[in-house]
């Protein structure tokens, strides 16, 4: 079997891992270090994110955050997915690294699902997204809405009103 080198996400990384996160089709916001340190400095997380390197080069990221009850979160919400140099999913000895209950997310903008058969403490809850045409008038984006979602809306400028 061979072993996986394992590299913690240290200071002198982050412009590489970035640099990683920002030509990866996969990468968003979440898996960036300033996102990272934000959780740190704000929720008091424990950052034990880390990567699978090969010499200089990335092959895998895993922005790993540990809250201080422990849990495997951002805040209470899944962690981003691992990203691998592929484009798809890490290797599967990779998932098995941190231990315990996770949840993540994936990018909405992404067309494939990471798979977490055989991962049982693992779960995708990728959230579901659509994106609009911001270029469409009013009327043409609440045509294309659902039909309870008109109601939502109005109860919703008159709750806080309408924010032009």
């Known amino acids: ?59 895998t990221i895993c922005p790993l955050l540990i809250q201080p009850d422990g849990r495997f979160a951002m805040e209470g919400y899944p962690l981003p997915w691992p990203l691998d140099e592929t484009g798809y999913y890490p290797e599967r000895r990779v998932w098995a690294l941190p231990t315990g209950p996770i949840s993540f997310r994936g990018s909405p903008l992404m067309d494939y699902v990471y798979p977490t058969n055989g991962m049982e403490d693992w779960r995708d809850i990728s959230w579901p997204s659509r994106v609009l045409d911001l270029t469409q008038s009013e009327a043409e984006l609440h045509a294309g809405v659902r039909k309870s979602y008109p109601h939502l809306i109005n109860r919703g400028r008159q709750t806080w009103g309408r924010r032009d």
Not at 22 to 31: I, L, R, V
């Open 1 to 59: 079997m061979r072993i996986i080198p394992i590299t913690p996400l240290t200071p002198d990384l982050a412009s590489a891992w970035d640099a990683f996160v920002d030509e990866h089709p996969g990468g968003w916001w979440w898996h960036r270090t300033e996102w990272l340190a934000y959780q740190v400095a704000h929720a008091g997380a424990r950052d034990a994110s880390f990567a699978v390197m090969e010499g200089d080069r990335f092959r």
